[in-house]
Structures are given as C-alpha cells and as structure tokens.
C-alpha cells in the first residue's frame, strides 16, 4: 500500500533521514519505533507532504506522493494525526470534527461519520459543544484521532498519541486503534512507547539516526536483544 | 455634549471597526501585518467617487460593487505579491505590503492629483436631533453599512465550510493542512476577504469623508492600531479597539485638543499595549 524507498529529508542541510526504506500493506498495523530525534517525525512529515524529502520515493497505491503538497495527499486517504495534536482550540468539538471531514462534500456521509466517531469515542459526543481546548489531554487525544477518522482514511498515522496521556488512557486508545484496525482501517503508528506498540503492531521498523536499523513482526523484535537493551532496558 | 461626542464616537468607530477587521483576518490566516490596508480604503474611496461622478451611483449604493471589486484586487495582488513572501521572513512580509501602500498611494497621486475631493450630495443628507444630540446621517448610515458588513463577515467565518476553514488555519497551520484544507487557496480567499472589508469601509466613508491620496495613511494606521489595541489574531478584539479610538477621538478631539485627537489615540494604545502586550483580547500570539 505505502512503499518508501530510500527516503533522504533533513531541515536547512541537517540531515534527518538519510535512506529510509520501508512498506506498510493493506489491514497491517505498523509501528515505527526509535528514540528522540531518531527521524519518525521527519519521516511522517514528509509522508504528509509536510516537508519536501531531498531523495528517494513515496509511493502510495501506485502514486508517487513526495512531490504533492499535503492537501492533495489527505485526499488520497492517508490521515495523520500529528504530535501534540494540533487541534483547533477556540472551535467547538464537533466543529474540529466536521474539519476532519473537510474534503467530504456529502454531508449525509459527514453525519454518518460524525455518528462513528461518536461511538467509539462518547465522551466526545457529550463534550460535543465545549471548546477544543478545554478538554483534558486524553480526550484531547481522542478528539484528534477521531478527527482524523472523520475523512474514512485508508492509512491512519498515529504520532506519539501517548505523550501527555495518563497511562490508563493510552491503554484505551491502543485498545480503540486496534478495533479501528480490525475494521479496516491500516495503521502506522509512531511511538516511544516501544513496549505497548511492539505489543499492538503487526510488524515494526526501528529507526537510529535516520536508519531503519532493525525490522521484524513485534514479537520478533520484543525478544530482540537491541530493542530489549537499547529502548526495553531489560 | 458628551452624549453627542459618545455618538460620534461610536459612528466613527463602527466604520474604524470594519477595516481593522480585515487587517486581523489576513493576519490570523497568513500572519502578515497588511501595510497596504489603508491604500485598499482609499481605493475604494476613489472608486465610489468615479461611481458618483461618472456613472452616478451613490456611494452607499455602490458598496456591494467596491465589495467585489476589492475583492478581486486582493486575490490578484495574493496571487502577485503576497504568495511568494508568506513563507518568508518577517522582513520581507512586512516590507512587501508597505512597498505596495506606498506604491498604491504614490499612484494615486499621480492618477488622481493629491486634491480633496468631496461628494457634494449623498442620497442621505441632513441630520436627525434626538434632544440634543444631533447624528448626521450620512455618518449614521455609514455606521450602519459598516456594521451590516462586518456582522455578514462574522457570521461567514463562523457558519460556512470555508469560514471554518478560516478559523481552522489562524489557530493551526500544520492542523489545518493535514485535514487536505488547501493553505494557499483559503489564503488567497482570505487576503480578498479582508481587502473586501477595507472596500466596503472605503465606499461607505466616500459619502461624507474627504478623498484624498494620503487618506490611506491615516486610515492604514487607524486600522493597525485598533487590531493592536484589540489583539491580533481576535476580530471580536479588533472590532473593540476600533470602536475605542472612534470614542478617543471624538471625547479627546473636543475635551483637549482637535490637533492632539491621533496623538491621543497612539497614547491609549501604547498605555494599553505596555500593560497588556497582547492587547485586549488577544491570545498572546504575535
């Protein structure tokens, strides 16, 4: 489905990737592990079209997606939910939802949507009139990934929805993006949790400087003795 | 007279309101301190006075023409100008829009002469007395256009798809393109928009305001000091600050000194913006 093929990106000449390859199929959940400052976000960025990669390809069912900009990209399915979120705080709840479906023109789809939504996050429904940034950090975290779910996305990236989560929340929220998943809905998920996602994803990508250094199913790469010493601490 | 003086104020203040609008909307979406905004009223004046002259439509009459007409000028010069030094620094964004108010006012000039000029008769004459308090109606109906303007303005950003999308931006860029909303395009919208603002005010000041090249100036720097006095980024901020320098004015131009009335208002503003850097109701953003 997503295919990156030796993806170079960095910022004003600091190099962030240097020759990411990797592939995300159909139903999978896929998980993209590393430390600070280990490129996922970069990597992401410019999945999104976010940033402009200096090398190397994206590809997403057939398409070359590193030259367009990022709106056209959201229209070809993939959905990122970005770190710390990026709601729109002075909107109301629901309003930041009906922007996740900004690309949909028919509004009994944009209803129908709304509807899921709220299934799988209530809270959401009874917060549906507050402002956006008077929710708490989880059900913040909810709102962006339920806004992200609002455009029926084909690949969902997940950036580090855990920070800032209490514990019990994050637990729910990877509970959520599993049933998502099982509903369709492929997943890449970017986390620093590496425990917890090794545990959800299918398989999973270890990034180091810039490089995919290791990649495996998540058991494989749980019983590893470089991601148990170097982010298990076992 | 102080009952007269708080009328003309906020007469003055409902019309001050509507352009300084414009001026918060193009910086909340493209963060931008539009410099030109005052030569887009003066435009717009001028327009009205060749629709008066020449085609003989009045100035309150032809605001919804000045609408689109700016309209279209602020998409073009976003297309032109504005485009290439949104993502640039601070520098060039400001110095762009400056170079084109005094490009804008520079031609006036020399199109136009830098003469007064004056519409002799608006189709709203004369003055109402309530008591004592007399309101002139050119100046009232101005008042009323301005604020029939800025409320259609409001509802829009707040109802429709693409007014949400307006929000949607001035609160999160970065959000706001991975939901496919297309920066550029709503920029360019949104640049209109606000110029559309300056129009409307501009048509609506041609009944009963002096036209005149330098206009622009003042207006520009009304316009920018009430956005600054209110908040950048909030339009609710901005329609307050206007409508504070309207009443400065007015109260300041009679309790002290007509010649000290705009040195009184940079006065308030400065009091206010040593207090509150973020303005009024600003969101501490700038």
């Known amino acids: ?234 | 007279m102080f009952i007269q003086l708080v009328v003309s104020g906020l007469l003055l203040g409902c019309i001050y309101s509507l352009i300084s609008m414009g001026l918060s909307l193009i910086w909340g979406v493209m963060g931008i301190v539009n410099f030109a905004h005052g030569a887009f009223v003066m435009l717009a004046m001028y327009a009205a006075y060749y629709g008066d002259q020449l085609l003989r439509i009045d100035p309150l009459l032809f605001t919804p023409v000045a609408i689109v007409l700016l309209f279209l000028l602020g998409v073009i010069v976003y297309q032109i100008i504005i485009q290439y030094v949104v993502d640039g620094p601070y520098v060039s964004r400001l110095l762009a829009t400056f170079g084109l108010g005094f490009f804008l006012i520079n031609m006036a000039q020399f199109l136009w002469s830098p003469n007064f000029r004056t519409i002799k008769e608006s189709m709203v004459h004369g003055v109402w007395k309530i008591g004592t308090v007399m309101i002139e109606l050119p100046k009232l109906a101005s008042s009323l256009g301005s604020i029939l303007v800025a409320a259609l303005v409001f509802l829009f950003i707040r109802k429709t798809r693409t007014g949400q999308a307006i929000q949607a931006i001035s609160a999160d860029k970065m959000g706001a393109a991975l939901m496919g909303i297309n920066l550029k395009r709503i920029a360019a919208f949104s640049f209109g928009l606000g110029i559309a603002c300056a129009g409307a005010a501009g048509s609506l000041l041609a009944t009963f305001y002096y036209i005149f090249p330098d206009v622009a100036s003042l207006f520009g720097l009304i316009a920018l000091v009430a956005v600054a006095l209110g908040g950048f980024g909030s339009v609710e901020g901005a329609f307050l600050g206007a409508l504070i320098l309207g009443l400065v004015e007015t109260l300041g131009g009679y309790y002290v000194d007509p010649n000290w009335k705009y040195a009184l208002m940079f006065l308030i503003y400065l009091g206010i913006v040593l207090v509150r850097p973020q303005g009024l109701l600003g969101r501490g953003k700038v």
């Open chain 1, 1 to 234: 489905m997503l295919e990156i093929v030796n993806l170079k990106a960095g910022y004003r000449g600091v190099p962030a990737l240097q020759g990411v390859t990797l592939e995300v199929h159909k139903g999978e959940i896929v998980g993209i592990i590393g430390s600070n400052g280990a490129g996922k976000s970069t990597l992401i960025r410019a999945i999104s079209g976010l940033i402009k990669p200096t090398e190397g390809t994206i590809t997403f069912k057939g398409t070359r997606i590193d030259t367009l900009p990022s709106h056209e990209i959201v229209r070809l399915g993939i959905i990122q939910v970005p770190e710390g979120r990026h709601l729109f705080g002075k909107q109301t709840v629901e309003e930041n939802l009906k922007l996740g479906a900004y690309l949909i023109k028919d509004e009994k789809k944009i209803k129908d949507n709304l509807e899921y939504v709220y299934s799988i996050f209530p809270i959401l429904k009874e917060r549906k009139k507050q402002r956006a940034e008077t929710l708490s950090g989880g059900q913040q975290q909810m709102l962006a990934i339920g806004r992200g779910l609002m455009s029926n996305p084909e690949l969902l990236i997940v950036d580090e929805c855990s920070l800032g989560v209490a514990p019990i929340v994050v637990e729910e929220i990877f509970k959520i993006l599993k049933t998502i998943n099982s509903q369709g809905t492929t997943i890449m998920l970017v986390e620093q949790k590496v425990h917890e996602a090794l545990e959800l994803a299918h398989r999973a990508y270890v990034l180091q400087t810039g490089r995919v250094v290791m990649h495996g199913t998540g058991e494989e790469l749980l019983k590893s003795e470089l991601v148990q010493k170097a982010y298990l601490g076992i």
